[in-house]
């Protein structure tokens, strides 16, 4: 199968378009990353997400549609604080997850009550949404476990030839996936971090939780308990510089090739460094773009602790971490 990079127009729409309704993937820009997008009502359809992917089939898939989709035929009801949450949020960089039965492809929630929507607002999101007028599965656009894609090229490097079209909306400037957010119960709770922080979400719900599973516990949302984000060469993970060039002097001597990755303000003079630059936001948006420029220039990674905390670090820290910590 030959794959196809064409930017947003009428042409590439209609295309699009109709590749949807043939159960075929397409994948679209988010201001989160790219989604590998399927209809949601098809089984088939979903279930080639998942083989192309390379996804466990326990792991839940998160439903697009666009602003003027209605979201409420999709879910069976929603709590006050969540359609205020809806209303200063959305669209925007954050899922919600609400009771929801037999509206889409059983395949998509795994078996859960439950149903994850997200409203992107990246026009080019919004725009493919539209044309398609469907709920949209997409989960990040990467194989299962690799870093996930901020440019139509990471899409290419990982489903060139396995997927007919990616829909090219530039850089995915948020740079890290949407929160997601359990609305089903009194108090929504962070099930996984993301742009939108729990301090946001408590303003506007007067409260916010962050689960965090109990040893045993089947989690919540099952992706939190996968391998991810990892780069294809070596990681460590530094709390201090000094620790970081420790590592990085002994990768050189067995003649390696180690690169840092590390805020602006850590890098040394005269070592090769991915610069993550020196604000959350800026973290976050650099973040996957350096693990993968990382992976085809070093033998050895060496992320070393920002230091920085709360907010959107909350889940630049939840990535930074599992990709070069492995946990
Ligand atoms: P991805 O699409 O790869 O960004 O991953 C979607 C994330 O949303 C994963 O962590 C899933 O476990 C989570 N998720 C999707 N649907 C649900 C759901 N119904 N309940 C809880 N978590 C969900
Ligand atoms: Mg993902």
Redesign the pocket.
């Known amino acids: 199968m030959k794959t196809q990079i064409l930017p947003i127009s009428e042409e590439s729409l209609s295309l699009a378009r109709r590749l949807i309704l043939a159960g075929e993937l397409v994948a679209f820009h988010t201001e989160t990353v790219y989604g590998l997008g399927a209809d949601a009502r098809n089984d088939e359809a979903v279930a080639k997400v998942f083989r192309v992917k390379g996804r466990p089939s326990d ?4 439903a697009h549609v666009h602003s003027e989709y209605g979201l409420s035929s999709l879910i069976d009801g929603e709590p006050p604080y969540a359609r205020a949450l809806r209303e200063r949020f959305l669209p925007g960089p954050l ?1 919600m ?1 609400y009771p929801s039965d037999g509206k889409v492809s059983r395949l998509v ?1 795994c078996g ?1 009550p ?3 929507v997200r409203v992107p607002s990246s026009p080019a999101a919004q725009a493919f949404l539209r044309a398609v007028d469907l709920p949209i599965v ?3 656009a990467n194989l299962s476990k690799h870093v ?1 894609p901020v440019s139509a090229q990471h899409v290419y490097d990982d489903f060139a030839g396995k997927i007919p079209l990616i829909l090219d909306g530039g850089a995915s400037s948020g740079g890290i ?2 929160t ?1 957010l ?1 609305c089903t119960g009194a108090v929504p709770q962070i ?2 971090a993301g742009l939108v922080t729990r301090e946001m979400i408590a303003q506007v719900a007067g409260d916010c939780g962050v689960y965090v599973p109990k040893t045993g516990e089947k989690p ?5 308990a996968y391998k991810h984000y990892s780069p294809r060469c070596r990681t460590a993970y530094c709390e201090t510089l000094d620790e970081a060039m420790a590592r990085y002097r002994e990768e050189e001597q067995s003649g390696g090739v180690p690169w840092l990755l590390c805020a602006h303000g850590d890098i040394p003079r005269g070592v090769r460094a991915l610069d993550l630059g020196d604000t959350p936001e800026t973290m976050a948006s650099r973040l996957y773009d350096l693990l993968r420029r990382g992976e085809t220039l070093a033998t050895l990674l060496i992320a070393i602790d920002p230091k920085l905390r709360g907010g959107v670090m909350d889940g630049v820290m939840n990535r930074l971490t599992r990709a070069c910590r492995g946990y």
Do not use: F, Y
């Open positions: 792991n839940p898939l998160i899922t997850v929630s859960l439950t149903l994850a997409a989960p990040s996930s996936e949407s997601v359990d099930l996984r919540k949302s099952p992706g939190m």
